[in-house]
């Protein structure tokens, strides 16, 4: 009887897409969890190779000045000696720290202290924030809390699935791949990819609308004004559960303009930007993906 293989359940820690990974009982492959709501058993290259993470033999395992292997006291002596005379010879803002978005509110606390505080530096960074920062922001803006107001299953679902700045099929492979799979069980869904590039996500594309680099808002204002102007908006929601509104459509009445003015503005044909506009109008099951 051949002895069973001990496998672990457990999360890819690299991006937020949430992937579920099973991690064999050597260490040395890993599969995606069929059964897992975020990836259903796909895992992107970064996820596949997740075991080799496991393996300690190429990894620097003690500290090193100048390819010598030395003790911490040492090795931090060093750092503490380097960095006070390059604030000397230099300044402080001479000296720079990145950190990752994975630390804790702690962690990150004692390194802005460190950084900001006793070297005196105002370069101080971290992936979080030019990574999640700006979603942050839009969110509390636009819903009160940092919170995003959907799941994955919307992707199954979407009758119209517009994709902003987002090149999905690299970025996100896991889930643009739901995206595929879900555009071929529902042939009527539409897909538009917004974006001045064209990248290999708009070979999903039912139209590619390739804007003038930050003319996305322009495009968002005019599609607000024209969804006005033609009775696409349901006033009894708005009345009951926004704030500012007649503000919102003033300014985007003011952007948008006519069709003609807008496909000007970015620079793009005016029947795109209209067949846009209808489909969204149209199709109220429509999900917005975008990437900063």
Not at 128 to 138: E, H, N, T, W
Not at 223 to 230: C, E, Q, T, V
Request: charged fraction near 25%; aromatic fraction near 8%.
């Amino acid at each position: 009887m051949a002895e069973r293989i001990h496998t672990t359940d457990t999360t890819c820690p690299y991006c937020g897409v949430g992937c579920g990974v099973s991690v064999n009982g050597a260490g040395d492959s890993v599969t995606g969890m069929a059964n897992h709501p975020a990836n259903q058993g796909r895992l992107c290259v970064k996820g596949a190779a997740l075991h080799e993470t496991l393996d300690h033999r190429n990894r620097l395992l003690y500290p090193e000045v100048d390819g010598a292997v030395v003790d911490w006291d040492s090795a931090l002596d060093e750092v503490t000696r380097r960095l006070r005379d390059t604030v000397a010879e230099y300044g402080p803002d001479s000296v720079a720290c990145y950190g990752s978005g994975q630390l804790l509110t702690e962690d990150y606390y004692v390194a802005n202290k460190l950084m900001k505080g006793f070297v005196g530096s105002a370069h101080m960074d971290t992936n979080s924030r030019l990574c999640m920062a700006s979603a942050v922001a839009g969110y509390k803006r636009a819903f009160g809390g940092d919170s995003v107001p959907g799941c994955y299953e919307d992707l199954d679902s979407a009758e119209l699935l517009v994709l902003v700045g987002s090149n999905a099929a690299w970025t996100h492979p896991v889930l643009y791949q739901r995206m595929v799979a879900a555009k071929k069980a529902r042939p009527d869904t539409r897909v538009v990819v917004i974006d001045p590039r064209r990248t290999a996500t708009c070979d999903l594309a039912d139209l590619h609308l390739p804007l003038r680099p930050g003319a996305d808002g322009l495009l968002f204002n005019g599609l607000l004004a024209w969804l006005d102007r033609h009775g696409h908006l349901d006033r009894d929601y708005i009345r009951e559960h926004t704030r500012g509104f007649d503000d919102a459509l003033a300014r985007a009445e003011a952007d948008g303009g006519s069709l003609s003015d807008l496909a000007q503005r970015c620079d793009l044909p005016e029947e795109d930007i209209e067949t846009f506009f209808r489909w969204f109008a149209s199709r109220p099951r429509t999900v917005t993906f975008y990437s900063q």
